[in-house]
């Protein structure tokens, strides 16, 4: 698929792995909206991105929160119907075993990881179907039994099965939503591990899936 003038959402998109995907598609001749908590970040990474030859468009937005964006969002309509959307922020914090997890660590790494993607799908994926295509790629972790991380790795289990879920709801039309598996990256959440450019690449390819492509998968990288 050409990704030339195609507009793009992207999650948590001022670092890591979101950062790699704005260029790349920054790179093809997209249309990419940089969504994001940190404006200077975003607003950084919009600049980078219409320098490498798309369309960078920076849109402040917190993914938990409704109004925000439901206000993000009105805004990412100066760009176009959204066709892609990858849902990639998300946090790791709250190491701790299960006993001494805070309630509130445990609701902010849930509210990030799995209700930000759910009023990500929510709100974008009724005009998909209105216009019969979209592709919603959402970055998932390979690791989901890990000790002290229970809040992390039970908000990445939610997050595959609601991807599993509406890909069931997706058969027969022109709309194609996975998660994704990277391994460990070395970002400012996490060091160590690949660097995303190493990975981008086969991430990205999920979001250019041809028509009849495989839906509701959880897909592993190496």
């Given at each position: ?22 260029l790349v598609a920054g790179q ?195």
């Amino acid at each position: 698929m050409n990704l030339k003038n195609k507009v793009i959402l992207i999650t948590g998109a001022g670092s890591g792995l979101g950062k790699a995907l704005a260029l790349v598609a920054g790179q093809a001749g997209a249309k990419v909206i940089c969504a994001g908590r940190r404006k200077d970040k975003i607003q950084q990474i919009a600049e980078e991105v219409t320098q490498a030859g798309g369309v960078g468009l920076a849109v402040e937005m917190d993914v938990t929160d409704l109004k925000s964006v439901e206000k993000g969002l009105k805004q990412a309509e100066k760009m176009g119907p959204i066709e892609i959307l990858f849902n990639n922020a998300g946090i790791i914090t709250g190491l701790k075993a299960v006993q001494d997890l805070p309630i509130e660590e445990w609701d902010k790494i849930m509210a990030t990881n799995v209700r930000g993607p759910y009023l990500l799908i929510r709100a974008i994926l009724p005009g998909m179907i209105q216009r019969g295509f979209g592709r919603i790629v959402n970055i998932s972790a390979p690791i989901k039994h890990l000790p002290k991380a229970s809040a992390y790795c039970a908000s990445k289990c939610a997050l595959d099965s609601l991807t599993k879920a509406v890909g069931y709801e997706l058969k027969g039309v022109d709309i194609i939503i996975n998660a994704v598996e990277p391994p460990f990256l070395d970002t400012e959440m996490h060091t160590g591990g690949k660097k995303p450019e190493e990975v981008v690449a086969q991430v990205m390819e999920l979001a250019t899936l041809e028509a009849g492509s495989q839906c509701g998968r959880i897909v592993k990288i190496a």
